[in-house]
């Protein structure tokens, strides 16, 4: 009998000491729960997946850090509900990846105040809301004068999705930079009236190519179907959203624009696990948040010369939007000696001399 | 207009009109039996995506579109088990199709998004296209669309079986006293309807944009819906509403790359603004030109 209870005793004992000890070997709690959503899907070739390989980058240079994902939330109030479903998961920080995201990631900052978010491409900001985008409009200045010196026909094609004026703003930028190179160089803009219309996007696209536009560019969500449709019909193009989409256009391709979040994502979950996030406005162009792509087989050496040259300009600071700068109505927009700078970059509803198109 | 442009806009046109007259003339099918199918962008939606997905696998476009045709019929075929087996009612089971078409796509086309495909090759053979212009040649889905347009008609108006449909969907009881069976039919026409449906998505994602995205079908099956109505549920006259719709899209696209001075807003609701004035102005002498038992689920006489 006594054995017995020794041995029942050794085991309770033992037990106790095992289960005691299992929360110190148990999983690692993770240092940061991270939530982000898309409005599609990562492989766009575009702006989806330039921002799930920024988030990689973060996470892998975090060890440990938990990633929670959701594609193809639309710029609705569910994606308030995925945001939240993610916030009772854990997350701290959220990063809202779509400019439709905002309104909606603004209201859970209100409810959650120890939650960060970051949000892509708007202006709203508070003591956890922060905002980021790339300075995109200058970085299309190099794009046009690659367009520009490519171009045979001196039409240069723009597909816009919605035309904000952050878009407008690159469309312009884009044109006067072919115009630095090439001052016959006109482009024209189709507007799709969406972010991502495959059908309407293959169709605009023609219709460029219809009115002799040999280089074809764009600002959509994935350049994907625009780029094919352009290799398809024997034109250059010009990438926008993610520097991957060089492969849909082994002919046509001559360089692109694309987005590394990386740096920037990792700073500010490294800040959020310190507990030093401040809210910021940030926008960020060539050499930190945007990056040309590779040049492709078509383009000659001097004219990659010549781009690097005048991404550098733009790096070290040139800004296109420096007056006297005339619309394509013959109407001076901005007048000479001022400049718009990076904070005026949304107001933007007029085209530049050059372009042949309607802003509103 | 010069050549280059009437050239462009009519290869647009009709390339952006092709799916609409499958899923127009599918769609007919069904309403002469009597049978609203408002889930029809599902069923587009589910035909692009198998369509696509068959296509990544084999590498044949070809068997896409069979795949697409398929799954189209199959599907249709559980709306039409609800409908007409459960007498479920029409416009909420074609909504729910809808959603679930949305979500059933999504799942067969997420494995493949991002793949390139070939897409159905273009058909310069035989003379084919359009007074042999390289521009001018489509697939092979282009150049069926008006055969079978005409076959639908044909099989609708010239045939005992077209006749017993079209007598379902106007009066069943006076269909069942002449010995046919209206379920029956139904079925049929919702099977028929579906394929039609499946050979519409699969057009878009093999032919005009050789990509699979969710949603991609952007309320096409909706803008389907009311080209019936424009046509007087003939499928003669739905030819001719599908070259209006697609013209006017390709049309909008095409004024804004020449530069119109016109608002980009107003000119992307061209196509709509159109669809709407023509049912307006048609709209009048419609009456008594649907199936008269249309949208009414038949239960049987006593």
Redesign the interface.
Known sequence: MARKLFFLGLILGALTAFFAAAPLSAQQKPPLVVGAIFVGSVNDYGYNRSMKDGLDEMAHAIPGLKLLEAENVPETAESERIMEGMIQQGAKLIFATSFGHQQFAFNLAKTHPDVYFEHAGGWMMSHNFGNFFGATQSAWYPMGVAAGKMTKSNTLGFVVGVPIGYAIGNVNAFEMGARSVNPKAVTRVVVTGGWSDKAKEAAATNALIDQGADVVTMHVDSPATIIQTAESRGVYSIGFQSITAAQLAPKGWITGLGFTWGPFMTGIAKSVIAGTFKPAFVREGLGQMMAIAPFGAAVPPDVRTLVMASADQVEKGFNPFTGPVTDNTGAVRIPAGQSWGGDKMGNFDWYVDGVIGKAK | MNS??L??VV??SV??GTSLLYATIGEIVGERAGIVNLGLEGIMLIGAATGFAATALTGDAYLGVAAAALAGTAVNLIFAYLVIGRHANQLATGLTLMFFGLGLS?LIG?PF??T?IAGLPKLRLLGLGIMGNPLLSFDVLVYLAVPAAVLVWWLLFRTTWGLGLRAVGENPVAAVAAGLSPSRLQYQALGLAGLLGGIAGAH?SLA????W??G?T?G?GFIAIALVIFAKWNPLWAIAGALLFGGA??LQ??L??????????I??MVPYLLTLAVLIAWGWRRQGAAPAALGRNFVGVE
């Not at chain 2, 005009?208 to 990509?211: E, R």
């Not at chain 2, 790359?257 to 016109?262: E, K, L, N, R, T």
């Open positions: 280059a442009l050239i462009g290869a647009s390339m952006s999504a997420r998004l991002g390139l878009l005009v944009t050789m990509t995205a969710e991609m952007a096409r899209e390709s696209l095409q804004q790359a020449a530069g119109a001075d016109v608002s980009p807003f000119m992307n």
